[in-house]
């Protein structure tokens, strides 16, 4: 290893424990990566203030509890964070400087975490491939071609854990934008249950819908990070009052555990070398005392997914973004009415595809349309997770891949419209119809390009959803995976 920065959070901590590295050698260093990065992965970079944090981190004793002291960090650009530019990669928001910080935020602060950037995202956070933001396309670090998805909307947050600029990036996912980056990047990506770590600060996409994640490098410093960022926020009125178990108290047994796995999703999938990784993957559950069934799901309700995901999130957003209008936010051009000013802004302001988003969600809003397009999608919802709820009556958790390949290309993005294609790419949007807490982690490669497996358990779930990614991870050998340590492995050999 090159440096202590490419280590897990955990292990870094040690290094800071023990004296052989401190918070602004890491920060340095940080910088530097994410100086030299060629990705397109960042909105700003935060040298100044990082650098003066970092020093006056190194001169405190380092708090043996506390995982995220001197540790850097990025994070998406669409949480609010005072006195640095936050545009969710959007021009109506340029210039925008908060006047607070999200909650998420504030707690990585006070931790002693170092935020050294602010990541792209595909424009408010809406898309699924990185390439949609007012700075342009967001690259896989893994393709220096230059030709393959990171994935979306998480984009920037993705490459900057994956090249190893850093151990720990914030992220936001409404239907899978951290999650399939995650599969796409070789990385651990975490979406919390709904209500577990607030939202405050977080510019809202689809609010029912809508998860704080985060992108990490093991699943151990997943729960670390989680164990740090949920708790109870009087900020955010869907915070939950449930009380947090200890999440690091884990022990990766999978003895009894009862898993299933979708047979309509596996059958969507039709490349068959993430299929027989994926098999060996279940394989290895079994031999560690795992119960595997492979179960039937409505075709109806996993080709409805999709539609009714479009539905609900372009209804909310074109709601949330109403106040992206040239006057309460976002550059006002001028106009003779309140109606042209908006125009103006909107039309400079917003993309080809927001517009689209936007128009799609009033359409669905308008009263003569609810019933038929709004109102029905939702009642999809409703039996989609139905569906999911009764399969956890009988089972620990859902697994299947991730993502139907390896990151495609960008330029062919949109060729496989296929309904099975539909259902493998655009099933993880289930975990947020049931704000179910839900994980990727990488189980193999292609060509060189990792792809992941995602594991799905019930509400407040975590420590179980922990446990069985543990042993997945044991099995698979790919923890603390980076494009830079699998190339300097590949090397070596």
Partial sequence: MKHILDLTIAEIHEALLEGKVTPLDLTKEALRRCKENKDNAFEMIIEEDALKKADELSKMPVPKDNFFFGIPYVAKDNFSTKGYETTASSNILNGYIPLFDASVIKYLNEAGAIMIAKSTLDELAMGGTGTTGHKGITFNPWDKSHTRLVGGSSAGSAVSVSDAIVPFALGSDTGDSVRKPASYSGLVGFKPTWGLVSRFGLFPFAPSLDHVAYFTRSVFDAAIATSLLSRHDENDSTSSYKDRPNYLNLDSSVKGKKIAVIKGIINSITDKHVLNVFDKSVNFLEKNGAKVDYIDFNADLLKAIYPAYVVISCAEATSNDANLDGIKFGPNYGGKSYQEVMFNARTKGFSALIKR????????????????????????????????????????????????????????????????????????????????????????????????????????????LFNISLKIEEGTGLKNLSYPKYMEEKEAK
């Fill in 357 to 464: 988003r936007f128009v799609i969600g009033s359409y669905a809003l308008m009263r003569e349309n609810q019933n038929e397009v709004f109102l029905r999608a939702q009642k999809a919802r409703r039996l989609i997770v139905d569906a999911c709820n009764k399969i956890f009556e009988s089972y620990d958790a859902i697994y299947c891949p991730a993502a139907p390949s390896i990151a495609p290309f960008i330029n062919k993005t949109s060729e496989n419209v296929s309904e099975d294609f539909m259902i493998a790419d655009n099933w993880l949007a289930i975990g947020n119809f049931g704000g179910y807490p839900s994980i990727t982690l990488p189980i193999g490669f292609e060509n060189d390009l990792p792809f992941g497996a995602n594991l799905i358990c019930k509400p407040f779930d975590e420590i179980n």
